[in-house]
């Protein structure tokens, strides 16, 4: 079987974003571990080497694949802070459309700057992500 490259670790968060060059995006990413930590009520974890993660759940395809994931993370990349999320959620093409400036993909927004979106329509898109992972994955921790 296949194993996770991307697994919880014990890399200290504060350090990781502490090594990010650019101030804007080093405080962006402080900014939302904050929004995050303060909507889910979960700490910050690093998965991986570049992914800050908050919570977990198990899943399990049908392909027989299975393994553990964030409920929700990000991750600062060279031109942009990815924040992932469901790839379907409740309103999510409305909400996508009046979040600001980003780039979407299935499970990704990329956005440059905090200051480019509107951070009430981040929390709503988190909160409906975080609903449609509950209802996928009801033992979610």
């Given at each position: 079987?296949i194993?996770?490259?991307?697994?919880?670790t014990?890399?200290d968060?504060?350090?990781?974003?502490?090594?990010?060059?650019?101030?804007?995006k080093?405080?962006?990413c402080?900014?939302l571990?904050?929004?995050i930590t303060?909507?889910?009520?979960?700490?910050a974890k690093?998965?991986?080497k570049?992914i800050v993660?908050f919570?977990s759940?198990?899943y399990?395809?049908?392909s027989?694949?299975?393994?553990d994931?964030p409920k929700?993370?990000?991750?600062p990349r060279a031109s942009s802070?990815?924040?992932?999320l469901?790839?379907?959620?409740?309103?999510?093409?409305?909400?996508?459309k009046?979040?600001g400036k980003?780039?979407?993909?299935?499970?990704?927004i990329h956005?440059?700057t905090l200051?480019?979106?509107?951070v009430?329509?981040?929390?709503?898109?988190?909160e409906?992500h975080l609903?449609?992972?509950?209802i996928?994955?009801p033992?979610s921790?």
């Open positions: 079987m194993k996770n490259k991307t697994i919880e014990e890399n968060v504060k350090s990781f974003i502490d090594l990010i060059e650019n101030e804007t080093k405080n962006d402080f900014e571990i904050k929004l303060a909507q889910t009520k979960l700490d690093m998965w991986g570049s993660g919570g759940y198990h399990r395809y049908e027989g694949r299975e393994g994931s929700i993370s990000f991750s802070i990815a924040i992932y469901s790839a379907d959620f409740e309103n999510k093409d409305e909400l996508l009046n979040l980003h780039r979407a993909e299935k499970a990704c956005i440059k200051a480019d979106i509107d009430n329509i981040l929390k709503t898109m988190i409906n609903k449609h992972t509950e996928l994955y033992q921790k």
